[in-house]
């Protein structure tokens, strides 16, 4: 049904509009009281078996919403009422920025992918801590809150920009992410070299411990697939030598070239971020080298690519305690998390795992056992 809507409808219009369309539709659905109890019953049913414990709160699941669909905070009931088990916000700069010119948001409908280069289209950390403050959550949920470098901060002063909207945010978010992989920005993957990152980091937990005292924020990074594997080790070394509680692996990718793309070759080739089924087998490939470099003792997040249960399992297999989508939801519609939620509660009764939690990262021990 969604399939052939999608083709009949949202097809034939912008991306971008399409996407403000359905977010409104999904806001609204989520306002009216017997709609989204019923909504909430039929599009996310609760699996015992599937329920995880991450950064130190306990989960109705592992598949969660990926940053980049709510910037600004507005429909977090929404997407918890279609079945989303955490719901990552943002990315959210310190100061509000338009983000790039339109058009910026392309689909690849034969590749099931997107290229986007929005910029951080956001509203401003001041203005999103302020309606995460008056939130009044019918659907409680974990959230992540994502932030990044406004764009007309030079990159000698970033992590300046970073401790604004940290302290801004950390109160307000169950875990923090530093975005330093997006493409749309310019200058900004530079900060994933560790000797830029680690002085960022430092400075954004510090801002967290010092804004919020009853509690610890959980902070994360979020890297890029184009990292060298080399530097995928470097990083993962400094999360655990600077303590951090997780990395998520991965955001979207520049490359192009041997990714088997089909579609409208004056598509594919629009600059911006790659998302979608071409980056599943990299993101893979980098969240196994990081479980293989930091086994247990960090939280590993994945996403890339993912479409299916099946795709959600290997992530988790890889090492991943969660998972995010973002945006196969655009292709699959809001039934995704049901088959999402159903496809993984079916592999775990027929793996010989007791419990998800001792799926993650199984086949690095098979390997070693």
Known sequence: MYQLFFRLFFTRMDPERAHHLAFGWIRRAAQVPVLRTFLAAALAPRYKELRVEAFGRRMHGPFGLAAGFDKNAVVIDGMTMLGFDHVEI????????????????????????????????????????????ARNPVFPTTLGVNIGKTKIVPESEAIGDYVTSTERLARHADYLVVNVSSPNTPGLRNLQAVDHLRPLLTAVREAADRTVTD?????????????????????????????????????????????????????????????GAPVKQRSLEVLRRLYARVGDKITLIGVGGIETAEDAWQRILAGATLVQGYSAFIYQGPFWCRSIHKGLAARLRTSPYATLADAVGAEHKKVTA
């Open 90 to 133: 943002g990315t959210v700069t310190a100061q509000p920025q338009p983000g790039n010119p339109k058009k910026r948001l392309f689909r690849l409908v034969p590749d099931r992918a997107l290229i986007n280069r929005m910029g951080f289209n956001n509203d401003g950390s001041a203005s999103v801590a302020a309606r995460l403050a």
């Open 215 to 275: 509690r610890r924020v959980p902070l994360l990074v979020k890297i890029a697939p184009d990292l060298a594997d080399e530097d995928v080790d470097a990083v993962a070394d400094l999360a655990v030598e600077l303590g951090l509680d997780g990395i998520i692996a991965t955001n979207t990718t520049i490359a192009r070239e041997g990714l088997g793309l089909t579609s409208d070759p004056a598509v594919v080739k629009e600059t911006g971020g790659l998302s």
